[in-house]
């Protein structure tokens, strides 16, 4: 049993036993940046992109709606500006604690399309170009704040890539690459040993929105987490214990051809400049990186993650079947620029219709897979506490995706029990409409691949995260997610004590309140 383990039992309990450090204050005044800064370096500014309004979500999410289309420059383009790009400044009034910090500019709240844990959006997204690229070949990291690519080495190094892939892995033949790192101080200087757990997830909310972006255009994102990290990460020029390299995704371009081995090893010189005078390391999220790391060369087998698959819906439960899902005919892009957190403005005087939560439900389970090398398999179930929403009664539900119903776990309003098991003053979950709870069978995931596999668990949990908010927006109600919650209390309000399932986020969705006092600037 690997350290995984250990750590994945230790976020479950946190809410009773306290992760180390117990008394750790962050040193706001000290922060990183939410970004890397690699002064020196050439900038290429990226062109726009339109975007069509038939490419909406209902055809993001099918994921089937054509994958012969390729990548250029705008595409490219446009997808990360929609996803991590800066889209706009934001300061409504709401209940999150960094409410009166948000008015000064070097803390203003600036929206992107995807969600992240804290607003920390700790992902790098580094472009590894070839030959049939309209550039020269080389090394880019995407700057968020200029929408613009810096060159970290001239070259062709595509050939590292693909060899550091190895054999089966997913996506086309090409020169073209997407790697996306994570840098943990820039998280974990607010969540210290927790980061690791709140970071993979950003991996997976980041995959998806690319996932839906590139699907509603006939394109294809499919992402490989397991290569050999080591190569990658030498390439990158990143320090293996303060960056790890969590994907790779092919992509398809037009005039691509496969690399060219690469003569030598080669590396990134640049080096991101840390603005916190004072970085501290994290016990536990050193050793996750290292044990996660280890055996990323070694990819499982399609079938290896059988065992691990979604728990069984108990037919003998009383059912409640839900309408058809309206067609989410809203543009991915216009849904995602509209995708905000709701911090404390759910207003429980007007119920969400069923086919809003039947919306929101059957697609996050649609998103709940994250192709490439992930498996095909279901590793997530929804379950919903309702609250407020027309003609359903309140309780705890498991959803049955195969009936598209509702099963009942548990009778009666569960506004009191959710609000008792949240430890934040950011949200009443007694006014959201519904709080949605994917769970895992993550010990059976680290059994059936390793270690490796928490990764998948949390990205796979992010990325239902990312497609619950994008469709709350595209049905027109608010959403939030959060991690600041009792798992042992969800787990025996469900019932889970006996079957390995493991509640790792909670999803609020609901109206919000009128005419809010609220201020917008776009961008983009």
């Known amino acids: 049993m690997g350290y995984a383990h250990e750590y994945a039992a230790a976020i479950l309990q ?61 595409l490219l383009s446009g997808m990360l500006r929609d996803s991590y790009g800066l889209t706009g400044r934001r300061l409504g009034v709401q209940a999150n604690t960094d409410l009166s910090a948000l008015p000064h500019y070097p803390l203003a709240n600036w929206s992107r399309g ?56 997913p996506g086309p033949d090409t020169d073209q690459y997407l790697v996306l790192t994570i840098k943990y101080w820039q998280n974990a200087f607010k969540y210290n040993n927790f980061s690791f757990h709140a970071v993979s997830m950003d991996l997976g909310a980041c995959v998806q929105t690319w996932r839906l972006w590139a699907g509603a255009r006939g394109l294809s994102v499919e992402p490989a987490l397991w290569f050999d990290e080591e190569r990658l990460g030498r390439l990158l020029g990143a320090d ?52 996660t790391a280890a055996g990323g060369a070694e990819r499982p087998a399609p079938e290896a993650l059988d065992p691990a698959v979604a728990h069984p819906v108990d037919p003998d439960r009383p059912g409640t079947p839900l309408p058809a899902c309206p067609p989410l005919d809203t543009d991915v892009r216009t849904a995602l620029r509209a995708r905000r957190s709701s911090f404390g403005r759910f207003e429980a005087q007007q119920p969400i219709t069923a086919e809003q939560l039947a919306s929101c439900l059957a697609a996050s389970v649609a998103g709940s897979r994250i192709g490439g090398d992930t498996g095909a398999q279901r590793l997530a179930k929804l379950y919903a506490f309702v609250c407020h929403v027309e003609g359903v009664e309140p309780g705890a539900y498991e959803y049955d995706p195969d009936a598209h119903g509702l099963r009942l776990v548990k009778a009666g309003n569960p506004g009191a029990f959710l609000q008792q098991n949240y430890f934040l003053s950011n949200y009443n979950l007694e006014q959201a409409a519904a709080v949605l709870v994917p769970t895992v069978r993550t010990d059976a995931v680290l059994d059936a691949v390793g270690d490796r596999g928490y990764r998948l668990v949390n990205a796979a949990v992010g990325a239902i995260a990312q497609t619950a908010y994008t469709t ?17 209390s969800y787990i025996e309000e469900l019932g889970l004590d006996g079957t390995g ?24």
């Open 14 to 74: 946190r809410g009773r036993v306290p992760m180390d450090p117990a008394d750790f204050v962050p040193d706001w005044a000290d922060g990183p940046r939410k970004t890397k800064f690699y002064p020196g370096t050439d900038s290429l500014p990226l062109p726009e992109c339109d975007y069509p309004a038939h490419a909406d979500l209902d055809r993001g999410l099918a994921q089937d709606a054509g994958t012969d289309g390729a990548f250029d420059l705008a």
């Open 114 to 169: 995807t969600a992240s844990g804290g607003g920390l959006y700790p992902v790098a997204v580094h472009w590894v170009s070839g030959p049939s690229g309209p550039v020269p070949p080389g090394v880019h990291y995407y700057s968020t704040r200029h929408h613009a690519m810096r060159r970290l080495l001239t070259g062709d190094v595509t050939g590292e890539v693909r060899a550091a892939l190895g054999e089966g892995a």
């Open 240 to 291: 293996p214990e303060a960056e790890g390299v969590f994907a790779v995704v092919p992509l398809r371009w037009a005039g691509a051809t496969a690399p060219a081995p690469s003569p030598s090893p080669v590396s990134v010189h640049h080096r991101d400049q840390e603005r916190s005078r004072t970085v501290l390391a994290f016990d536990a999220l050193r050793r996750m990186q290292n044990v």
């Open 472 to 488: 709350a927006s595209a049905v027109g109600i608010g959403c939030g997610v959060a991690l600041g919650f009792d798992n042992i």
């Open 501 to 524: 399932e493991a509640p790792l986020l909670i999803m609020m969705i609901g109206n919000e309140r009128p005419a809010p006092a609220d201020f917008r600037y776009e961008i983009a």
